[in-house]
């Protein structure tokens, strides 16, 4: 006779088709769960760099798009938030990434989820990004890793921004991607969406206009809205 505790029932297998349903139909989904489309490496960075799946929603809902609409996340990471999108509305959504992985990661996942057709995921840098042509701009703090010592981001695992510069040259670079965002804000059409959560690292000049501010689990959730032709 043993006294071993009975082991643990075994994993449900993944299915993302049904993972796409539940996040349609509103279903209760974890991050743990949506992170299933991902290698094992990109979930353990998730708590940290990539959107909560509840705010993840709250940002689509925010930035609203229409059927015809394009949204852009600058910084996409593994794409959640161009997934999520996806899943949620008919909207069309670019994911900018400076790292190939991710980049590769997002494509998979998409492919997974069956919303390949209304996503791009495109390795670039987010100081070459074109807002003219958009509807909607997401950014999740996207440089702040840049102030961070390399060993002291997760994100390291999958190739370092800045290799081992020291910081001054960190922080340089990072203060020439704030405001060369920044900038883009005057390119956005008259009525174009911007939410940031935790920030972009800079201020938004008086083109947009803040419409709310919520705190959302870990960090500030921002809409803003840009104004007229005449700002
Ligand atoms: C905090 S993560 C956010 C990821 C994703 N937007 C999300 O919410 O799940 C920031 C991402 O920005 C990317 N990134 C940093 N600097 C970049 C740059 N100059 N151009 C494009 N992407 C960049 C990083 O590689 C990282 O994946």
Redesign the pocket.
Known sequence: MSWSSPPPPPRAPFDPAQLARDLRDGREVTDAQFERLYPVRLREMSRV???PLAI?RRVVELLAPTADATVL?????????CLVGAALTAARWI?????PA?VQAAVVAARQLGVERQVTFTE????DADWGAVDGV?????????LMRADETS?RS?GL?DGAAPYTTRSAHYQQ?VDAVAAKAWTLRPGARVVT?HGFGGQWPRCLEQVSSETAATGPLELWVRRGADA
């Open positions: 760099h990539w959107t993840a996340d600058v910084g996409a990471g593994a794409g959640k938030l994911g900018l990434e400076r790292r991710l670039a840098d987010a100081a997401y950014l999740y703090n996207p440089f702040g890793e840049l994100l999958v921004l991607l959560f």
